[in-house]
């Protein structure tokens, strides 16, 4: 099974996108002018940077430059305002080890020449990009993201089990798969710490489960209490087991070889959890700076989301959300609801786009232009 | 539409409906291979059904994993819910009543 990538230096792109990323939340307006002027260049807009926790200042550090080295971004421009938290010019030199990077700052130039220049560097940038070629990679170059949400019964027996089995193939030719939501996680951890490849790996996924938990309480809000609810009952689903089983069987049955923070570099291959929040905006962006090309969404009422440098491939198993949301729903899995197609050969059709998508087709987020669900997951305050 | 019915995994002994199922229907699930079960009792929408005899405290399969234990002997077509099935972890409605 292969697909045509881009070569980076370190990975397979399967976009080659040039990157306008803000360090700062207040540096998203200039941000956005330069993207106005470079419309083949993709925007990222989050709101973090500035006034967190020195922790959280070098985790956002940390994800504005795994954002940046994702194989599917050719080259960046960092627009910083200029007194943010995050050092701008540590982001710009740690990318630049990799690749193309230039920085713009509104407080040096003014908002007006800010865009001025920026978009001069954008264009050039992306006048650069024309030159790369596709060439031949196996799936083991790939790193799928496996994401739900907007979930509903059909989710549960349909899109999830497919992408489980979407999952094990991955896995299977050599290639990583990364999942999170680690609030899904609750009820059934035990099922999926025994598949852990050894105890370093499934302490780390406790943990993770542990800490959420933890902020969840300080808050005076037990997570576990009340699962499954009154309105998971009526709808057929008996247990927490049952609940959280509905979810993570989109991870397939591989080996979970590791278990990794918001936004780590994934060098692995092989199946790994990344503590996230399951919300759109944060977990596609912890997956994008994991170093994913491609992302896997399944989804029963039709979550839209897509990310500005990750195509995001949106499954459905629900009838009516198909018909209704052919814009925005990639694969129409109601044959396998209907009981006309096996989940196997759900699996093979979500297979065949992956690779398409990959190679050369617009996922429906790209083609609609859905594509701003990105923002930085932290834990601290707001200062 | 050909099966009313989606056994996930191979190795599950419940199947869940894709369509109200009544009594006395005689339902095809599309598993690895095609099953004909004969259902007890109504089955909702989204609710499980046994697709062989299960017997008192043998877990119940589903996704291919343990999702609780009968708490009665259920039989092969009959409605598969909180009425037969415990949870091993905790179970919701029980700590609601309790509040």
Known sequence: MDFLGFQRKNGVGVRNHVAILCTVGCAGQAARGIAQNNPKAKLMVHHQGCAQTPVDIAHVEKVLVNLSLNPNVHSVLLVGLGCESVSTQKVADKISKEKHVEVVNVEDEGLTRAIVKGSEVVKKMCLDAENEKRSTFSLSELTLAIKCGASDTTSGIVSNPVAGYVADKVVEEGGTVIFGETTEVIGAEHILARRAINKDVSDKLYNYIENMEKRAMAMGVDMRGGQPTGGNIKGGITTIEEKSLGAICKTGSTTLINAVDYGDRVHDKGLVFMDSPGRELEALTGFAASGAQMMLFSTGLGAPQGFPIVPVIKSSGNPATCKRLSEHIDLDLSRVFYGDLSIEDGCKMVLNEILKVASWKPSKAELVGYEESIDIYFRGPVI | ?99
């Open chain 2, 1 to 99: 539409m050909k099966s009313k019915a989606i056994m996930v995994n191979p190795k599950d002994n419940v199947a869940t409906a894709l369509i109200d199922i009544k009594k006395e229907e005689v339902v095809e699930i599309r598993a690895p291979t095609l099953l004909s079960i004969k259902a007890k009792s109504n089955i909702p929408f989204g609710h499980k059904f046994a697709i062989k005899d299960i017997s008192k405290g043998e877990e119940i399969v589903k996704y291919g994993e343990v999702i609780g234990r009968a708490i009665k002997e259920i039989r092969e077509g009959e409605h598969v819910h909180i009425h037969n099935v415990e949870s091993l972890r905790a179970r919701g409605d029980v700590v609601a009543a309790k509040q």
